[in-house]
């Protein structure tokens, strides 16, 4: 039923449990599955050598949480990619589903964004609003 699973990750606990959901139905299903973390540009205001640092930073994290991310999910008998992209992260997630042809998007209902009460997140709205695949939002 679905053999490209993407999965997006924003280190928050909904994306944890978004993992290993994604993990289980790769293992399920022997699809692939690719892991994405998106993070906002760095503004390029901050001019250099502090734009650099910044974006620096930036991958490191995103380094980390795909680790995280990875010791999560365990072995899954598909293909396993990650990549890490900077931009909005809802259009990086859909120009990503898109571009490498997904058919099946999982992520977190919420994430790290400071509106801490909305039943759904801004970037899972606009996800689902625009997906041209199924999405599977994990609480």
Known sequence: ?????LLAV????????????AADLARCM?????????????????GEPNMQQ????????ADALIEKTLEVIGDIPGELKTEVLEGPPAEAILDVAVTR?????????????????????????????????????VH
Do not use: T, W
Not at 10 to 21: I, L, W, Y
Not at 30 to 46: C, E, H, I, Q, W
Not at 112 to 137: I, M, N, T, W, Y
């Open 1 to 5: 039923m679905f053999e490209n699973i």
């Open 10 to 21: 924003d280190g928050s606990a909904h994306s944890m449990r978004a993992a290993k959901s």
């Open 30 to 46: 022997k699809a692939n599955l690719r892991v994405v973390v998106a993070f906002d540009p760095v503004p390029s205001y901050l």
């Open 54 to 61: 910044a974006i620096s930073a930036r991958l490191k994290e």
């Open 101 to 137: 042809g997904n058919d099946l998007i999982v992520m977190g209902s919420r994430g790290l964004g400071s509106l801490r009460g909305l039943l759904l997140g801004s970037q899972s709205q606009k996800v689902l609003q625009h997906a041209p695949c199924p999405v599977l939002v």
